[in-house]
């Protein structure tokens, strides 16, 4: 354990490192007197701001992302408010890294980051998880709109052509899934995120730039899981 | 992360007191109310301390099986007209029983009301008890699902009949994606011949693998709890309302239940 910070040994520590890291990331000078426990204070805000932040894109990244839904899944086990996780990904994306480059790539990234920001309500939270791929948690979002809410996402993704370079553009979709938390009942960060990945899966394989929400609960058998259930001699001479 | 903070709710297997173990099917009519009331009393002839709550509380029918008129069920409790204390009542079998009552079809939906009252309820009964036996409803609604969700343990009654294998599978996979409980144990009742409930647990959990575990970092294991074979004796005592496993302990359905009691309390 480090021993607890106080203003006097204050002195020993080597704040440069994160103060760089933080005038590079365009953070103004902090506030206070260097050294005080306000200074110190707004230091730790201003690092902890950094490191739940994507780089590229300014959203949530992945671990402020974790924190957030599993705050989300503590809310809806207590409150049963409906909520919806998105997750999305850019279509093709590698064709535009390989084709034009990776700076379009980034260009594109960043876009797409900002439309899916301005889509959202401001109590929504959008995060960059990985490469090309974004969530959203959306609170108290009643089922009935859910597809509405996705389907509002992507065509607007679909709507703007991104600037990739002056004067050069081009057309980007994303592919939708999404499933709701289920109601009371206390599931797991995982395993929400599964679900959302599943439907996600389901909509690149139908051919991207669409929206797949899993059905309220997924109590569907099909035709290949029956014949497999049934499959067994046990029931030969029972049906 | 569960219990850590004051107020979470209480979807909880670390409690003390009773084990709580939610019995559902997926599909009525499998025999869960008489399976849940026969291995309450074969629990109950082991010593132990058990409760069974209707949780089906649209449909609650353990008065019927139990051959039981309450004068006081949980709907008192839930409306204020009486102490949860007082509405839990002794059943023959030698077991104590909470019981829905007529009216709660009002509850058949999940209210925050319902909800936080069936906590209330599961808070009250855990320190009281060895077991208690959550006679859930048929179906997978959401208050089957909360009800579940309340428990340690979750034992599935199935038939071998296709139509309650479907639904039994369904359950587990509504169960498999939504909560994080890994464990699901299964009854199979009405079987025709000795070794059909350890086949039909073995084919459920082929298909679970291939088509619910390949989406999950920990796979749902499924454990055969007992087999009850088919049995005239058990429309007999359903017919004249009696525990099977107390007018005839030696019918083959009572032994079946027996040991499924056995094997619950060894773990």
Redesign the interface.
């Known amino acids: 354990m480090p021993p607890p910070v106080d203003a006097t040994s204050a002195s020993s520590l080597r704040p440069e490192v994160a103060l760089q890291l933080l005038e590079q990331s365009g953070h103004g000078p902090l506030p206070g007197t260097p050294g005080t426990d306000a200074w110190l204070q707004a230091l730790i805000d201003a690092l902890v701001d950094l490191s739940s932040r994507d780089a590229l894109t300014g959203l949530a990244n992945r671990r402020s992302f974790e924190l957030a839904l599993s705050r989300e899944i503590d809310r809806v086990a207590r409150s049963g408010e409906p909520a919806l996780l998105l997750t999305l990904d850019i279509d093709h994306f590698k064709r535009v890294n390989d084709t034009r480059g990776h700076a379009a790539g980034d260009q594109v990234i960043r876009a797409v980051g900002h439309v899916l920001a301005e889509t959202v309500r401001p109590m929504d939270l959008v995060a960059r998880v990985g490469g090309e791929e974004f969530a959203i948690v959306l609170p108290n979002c009643p089922a009935a709109f859910g597809p509405q809410v996705a389907e509002r996402i992507r065509t607007r993704v679909a709507r703007q052509p991104v600037e990739i370079a002056p004067g050069e553009h081009v057309n980007v979709t994303v592919s939708v899934g999404g499933a709701f938390a289920p109601q009371w009942v206390r599931t797991t960060a995982r395993l929400w995120m599964d679900r959302t990945d599943l439907q996600l899966y389901r909509a690149k394989s139908e051919g991207r730039n669409r929206c797949c929400l899993e059905p309220a609960a997924v109590s569907l058998v099909s035709a290949e899981e029956k014949g497999l259930l049934f499959a067994s001699s046990t029931f030969q001479d029972l049906t | 992360?569960?219990g850590s903070r004051a107020?979470?709710?209480m979807?909880s297997a670390t409690q003390s007191g009773a084990r709580v173990t939610a019995v559902t099917s997926g599909k009525g009519g499998v025999g869960k109310t008489f399976v849940t009331a026969n291995l309450a009393a074969a629990l109950a002839r082991q010593g132990e301390r058990v409760l069974v709550l209707d949780a089906d509380l649209g449909l609650a029918n353990l008065d019927v099986v139990l051959n039981l008129y309450p004068k006081l069920t949980l709907h008192d409790v839930f409306t204020g007209q009486t102490r949860l204390e007082d509405a839990i009542l002794p059943a023959p079998g030698g077991f104590s029983v909470l019981l829905a009552g007529s009216g709660m079809i009002e509850y058949s939906r999940?209210t925050?009301t319902v909800?936080d009252q069936l906590h209330e309820v599961m808070q009250h009964v855990r320190p009281r008890f060895d077991h208690v036996l959550l006679d859930t409803g048929a179906g997978?609604s959401?208050v089957v699902?909360?009800t579940v969700?309340l428990a340690d343990e979750v034992l599935i009654v199935a038939t071998?009949?296709?139509t309650s294998?479907?639904d039994a599978?369904?359950?587990i996979?509504?169960l498999a994606?939504?909560?994080?409980r890994r464990l699901i144990r299964l009854l199979v009742n009405q079987v025709?011949r000795a070794g059909?409930g350890r086949?039909?647990r073995?084919?459920?959990q082929?298909?679970v693998d291939?088509?619910v575990n390949t989406?999950?970092?920990k796979p749902v294991m499924i454990e055969l709890l007992g087999e009850v074979p088919f049995d005239g004796a058990v429309r007999e005592s359903v017919i004249k309302r009696e525990l099977l496993i107390e007018h005839a302990p030696g019918a083959p359905a009572a032994v079946g239940i027996a040991a499924a009691a056995s094997k619950h309390l060894a773990g």
């Open positions: 992360m569960r107020g979470v709710d979807n999940l925050p909800r997978i959401d699902l909360y969700s071998p009949e296709p294998l479907t599978y369904a359950t996979k509504v994606t939504t909560q994080p025709q059909e086949a039909i073995k084919q459920l082929l298909v291939r088509y989406n999950l970092d």
